[in-house]
């Protein structure tokens, strides 16, 4: 149940997304299974492992499970794309610790099997003339961790035995300045209608030839006006109670009493990211790979971050950029679930401008001052180029409370209802005082009981009931014709053969089916006796509480009927 109720809430919380913001490019910040790193792939053997029975089917059919929430909405989306909308993306590349594991405690056949399936953890993408950086931090943790085969102590600047896990992102970012100065001279060549390259001659040099390593350099772009944005799952190491801000969920921050009034504390730990570690999880980076990542990537605007579930918003004060004074920003988005520990689940939403009016990367808003020299220069800061929002998404624990209070109001409501008929019952309706109709105006024919006479024995349960106006049974007693001087039919049975001596006539049944209910004769008459009723047919009638819980059954039948209805529809209509 709780899985399902996640899923809807996922799918309906993604589809309003898609519909209302229609998005350009969707970045999911890592943690996109709940224990992908516990589910092994059929080459990969672990005696230990509690969940070897949840192995690659199991795997896949969690993946299948995410591709119907998000990427089957997102292809819809895409079929109906704005025509500014040339280039929508939606990557989900970044791995999360409940993905691969952290440090030394992944598994190499399980992150292959991630990047088969999602792509490297590794990319760089130019989005709104903004470099976004993907880092697979989980991995990158295992540089400086001891060796888990032999214990011996890893080194901080790396080590050989634990490169097979951190190397490939190490090499990401040897090479990141030079891919990222690649990536946006292409961009920028193509948006103003140029080749992505310069054109080449086609002349075979000598590898020794210095011509030869100057023809790719034709393609950089020096000192670009275009900002860099990491992405990693793990949050950058800050110190012990950096707070978080007022957006976040858990504690709001803590405030002292100053001179000028209240001021935010520096050190707020209720308000802040735990610094710690434990078995598979690691709160932050270590300082030594999060100082790595801010210098080897270069001119680092902001940090989006995932891991912890809620929001944290803090700047760096001890890195520098050209992007604005302070230091470098990180934001820790918020889960998208409501059962990941917070009672408002989020997303963020990023709006990015940065128009570049030359193909040598130049923002537009760059210019010179005073005498013209340059070096007046004005240069646009990260805060002008990307705006950030918190975007909240419905409560649905809030949501199940409520649920559960109008449940027992409407129970305690319909209990007081059946109370009140039962012991104060509702006045009858205008036929409800004929006797023997069944509420009825006309009389019916029923299925228990017939006509008494003289020479029939009792009838069967089975017989054909009707009711009997007095007259019939006044007639059946005389053999005489009556005042207009027709014969009737001395007595015999109504239904079956008759003998021949007694006729073939059928009984004169046109006064019961128009007997007058509203006839005093018939009803004071005592011929009202000689019907025969199945007495166990009648249900008994139920006094005290079995009335009330009867009553009370029935109304809660439907009313449980109509808002299941009401709930199913709300539940199915996106």
């Known amino acids: 149940m709780t899985r399902r109720h996640t899923d809807l809430y996922l799918r309906k919380s993604f589809s309003l ?22 589910w092994l792939p059929p080459n990969l053997r672990i005696t230990d492992n509690p969940w070897q029975a949840y192995g690659q089917d199991y795997w ?19 079929q109906s794309r704005k025509p500014h909308q040339h280039d929508r993306k939606i990557i ?11 440090g030394t405690g992944i598994k190499n056949a399980v992150r292959s099997r991630f990047n088969a399936y999602f792509g490297d953890g590794n ?64 961009e920028v060549r193509l948006q103003h209608d140029k080749p992505e390259t310069d054109k080449l001659f086609h002349e075979a040099l000598d590898i020794n030839d210095p011509i030869a390593h100057k023809l790719l350099n ?26 978080c801000g007022p957006l976040r969920e858990h504690f709001p921050p803590s405030k002292a009493n100053a001179d000028d009034g209240e001021a935010i504390v520096d050190n707020d730990p209720p308000n802040a990211i735990k610094v710690e570690q434990g078995v ?32 944290c918003d803090v700047v760096h004060r001890g890195y520098t950029s050209r992007w ?33 009016e030359t193909s040598d990367g130049k923002a537009s808003s760059t210019a010179e001052k005073g005498d013209g020299s340059g070096n007046g220069e004005v240069r646009r800061g990260a805060n002008e180029t990307l705006q950030t929002h918190l975007c909240l998404l419905p409560d649905q624990l809030g949501i199940f409370i409520r649920y559960a209070i109008f449940f027992v109001l409407t129970i305690i409501g319909l209990f007081v209802r059946s109370v009140v008929v039962v012991v104060f019952p509702p006045s009858p309706l205008p036929w409800s005082h004929f006797e023997n109709t069944n509420g009825h105006v006309l009389p019916m024919v029923t299925a228990k009981t017939q006509i008494k006479t003289k020479d029939d024995p009792p009838p069967p349960l089975s017989s054909p009931t009707m009711f009997v106006h007095p007259s019939v049974s006044a007639r059946s007693e005389s053999p005489n014709a009556n005042g207009n001087g027709l014969a009737v039919r001395a007595s015999g049975r109504l239904r079956g053969g008759g003998s021949p001596s007694r006729g073939y006539a059928l009984p004169a049944q046109r006064d019961m089916m128009h007997a007058d209910p509203l006839d005093e004769r018939w009803r004071n008459s005592s011929k009202v006796a000689d019907v025969w009723i199945d007495k166990g ?7 005290g509480f079995g009335a009330v819980w009867r009553e009370f059954r029935r109304s809660f039948v439907r009313v449980a009927g109509m808002g299941l209805g009401w709930w199913v529809w709300l539940v199915w209509r996106r």
């Open 123 to 186: 990319r760089m993408d130019m989005i709104g003339n903004h470099t976004f950086i993907s880092l697979d931090t989980v991995s990158l943790s295992a540089k400086g961790q001891p060796d888990p085969m032999t214990g011996q102590p890893g080194k901080p600047e790396g080590d050989d035995f634990n490169r097979k896990l951190w190397g490939p992102t190490d090499d990401f970012l040897t090479g990141a300045k030079a891919m990222k100065e690649r990536l946006i001279a292409r």
């Open 92 to 102: 989900a590349n970044l791995p999360g610790n409940h993905d691969l594991g952290l």
């Open 537 to 543: 047919s009648k249900r008994k009638t139920k006094k």
């Open 218 to 243: 034709k393609v950089y772009i020096s000192q670009p006006d275009v900002p860099s944005i990491i992405l990693t799952h793990v949050p950058l190491y800050r110190a012990k109670g950096t707070p």
């Open 324 to 356: 604005g004074s302070g230091g470098v920003r990180e934001i820790t988005v918020k889960s998208t679930s409501w059962a990941m520990g917070v009672r408002r689940p989020g997303f963020l939403m990023v709006s990015l401008w940065n128009p570049l």
């Open 60 to 78: 896949l059919k969690e993946y299948s499970r995410f591709g119907r929430i998000y990427f089957d909405r997102w292809h819809r989306g895409t």
């Open 17 to 38: 997304l898609e519909d209302e913001l229609d998005p350009d490019t969707v970045f999911f910040l890592g943690d996109l299974f709940d224990g992908g790193r516990e």
């Open 280 to 311: 598979q999880y690691q709160n932050v980076l270590t300082p030594y790979v999060s100082n790595e990542i801010i210098e080897r990537v270069g001119d680092v605007a902001y940090v989006f971050s995932g891991d912890d579930h809620d929001y």
